[in-house]
């Protein structure tokens, strides 16, 4: 079956501009999280979506957001981009958590702020 | 929360010699443990996990694992290493909360 989709692959924007990512998870996974990895901070876990609601967040600012639809795909936003948002920003899924089941990684989407 | 070390940032090893990644861990009960490897420009794929029983795990690739809970570690293992394993490895420790934490990484280079 189908991996984890994210779109865009690449993404370059400037200071200040707003960006959205996109995941598809593998289908009949219902929890989708996301995580930002920098040569600098390595993984950070963003947050976790499970059946549309946020279940767990990590220690970053509001700027970034998330949601889910009721498909299980979902979307991160990240506001007034700042130069330190430049990262490879991976989305993962599983069937039900990510704790204690083994998450399945897109390819991620690199962004690139100029 | 829990966390993970490994304290080796890069290894260098030859085509078909063992290979050893070290991974300790910080958690106050029996964590889910995960070994994920990543090659340059894609995601991750996980190549073994621990949640119980045999300490001993067996992976994809040939990779195995074994979980000591006397010294917090969980490291990664395989017998003879192949050009195509050079990536970075990451141990990642889940715990009862839902949280998932990932090591710094160690980047795996193969000589010929």
């Known amino acids: 079956k189908a991996g984890v989709t994210q779109t865009p692959r690449y993404l370059i924007k400037t200071r200040g501009q707003q960006v959205t990512l996109s995941c598809s998870p593998i289908s009949g996974h219902r929890s989708v999280s996301w995580y930002q990895q920098t040569p600098g901070q390595g993984l950070q876990f963003l947050f976790e979506?499970?059946?549309?609601?946020?279940?767990n967040k990590g220690n970053f600012p509001g700027r970034f957001s998330g949601r889910q639809f009721s498909n299980s795909r979902s979307e991160m936003n990240v506001s007034t981009l700042e130069l330190g948002d430049s990262a490879l920003y991976l989305c993962?899924?599983?069937?039900?958590?990510?704790?204690?089941?083994?998450?399945?990684f897109g390819d991620g989407t690199r962004l690139s702020i100029l | 929360a829990q966390s993970v070390t490994q304290p080796d940032i890069h290894i260098t090893v030859s085509e078909g010699a063992s290979l050893e990644l070290r991974c300790n861990y910080s958690y106050g009960a029996t964590p889910y443990l995960f070994w994920y490897v990543q090659s340059p420009g894609q995601g991750l794929q996980l190549l073994l996990k621990y949640f119980s029983g045999d300490t001993l795990v067996q992976g994809i690739k040939g990779f195995e694992a074994e979980f000591k809970r006397s010294q917090s570690s969980f490291n990664l293992r395989k017998p003879s290493v192949h050009w195509s394993d050079a990536a970075e490895y990451f141990c990642?420790?889940?715990?009862?909360?839902?949280?998932?934490?990932f090591g710094a990484g160690t980047r795996l280079t193969v000589k010929p």
């Open positions: 993962a899924s599983s069937l039900a958590g990510i704790s204690n089941q083994p998450q399945h």
């Open positions: 979506y499970f059946s549309e609601t946020q279940r």
């Open positions: 990642a420790v889940g715990g009862a909360n839902n949280d998932m934490r």
